[in-house]
C-alpha cells in the first residue's frame, strides 16, 4: 500500500519561501507520478503542480508558474515543491497524491488514488 506524507507547511510573509516535501513509501513507490493539489476555505481543490515517475515530466499551474518548482528525488522516494513569492492567495492546505506513471493531461484530482493529509501554508503579514 503507497503511503504519502507531507512536511514543510508553515507561516510565511508575502513574498517570502517555503520548500513542501511529500515523502512516500510502500510498494514501487517510485513507479507513481506525484502531484501537487491545494484547497482553501469554500474553495475547491485544484492542482498545482505534478511530476512523472521518472521525473522527465512537469506540469503546473498557471497561477504559480514561474513561482512553484516541483522536483523528485527517486533515491529517497520523496517530492518536493519549492515555492518563492507567495502571495496571500497561494494560502490553502496542500495535499500531494499518487497515480501511476504520468500525471495525464487534465491531472484532475479524481484522478489521483492515493493521497497524503495535507500541510498548512498560510501566507500573511
Known amino acids: 500500500q503507497l503511503q504519502l506524507v507531507e512536511s514543510g507547511g508553515g507561516l510565511v510573509q508575502p513574498g517570502g519561501s517555503l520548500r513542501l516535501s511529500c515523502a512516500a513509501s510502500g510498494l514501487s513507490a517510485d513507479y507513481y507520478a506525484i502531484g501537487w493539489f491545494r484547497q482553501a476555505p469554500g474553495k475547491e481543490r485544484e492542482g498545482v503542480s505534478c511530476?512523472?515517475?521518472?521525473?522527465?515530466?512537469?506540469v503546473t499551474a498557471d497561477s504559480v508558474k514561474g513561482r512553484f518548482t516541483i522536483s523528485r528525488d527517486n533515491a529517497k522516494i520523496t517530492v518536493y515543491l519549492q515555492m518563492n513569492s507567495l502571495k496571500p492567495e497561494d494560502t490553502a492546505l496542500y495535499y500531494c497524491a499518487a497515480r501511476p506513471r504520468f500525471c495525464g493531461t487534465s491531472w484532475s484530482p479524481g484522478g489521483f488514488a492515493s493521497w497524503g493529509q495535507g500541510t498548512q501554508v498560510t501566507v500573511s503579514s
Open positions: 511530476i512523472s515517475s521518472t521525473g522527465e515530466s512537469t
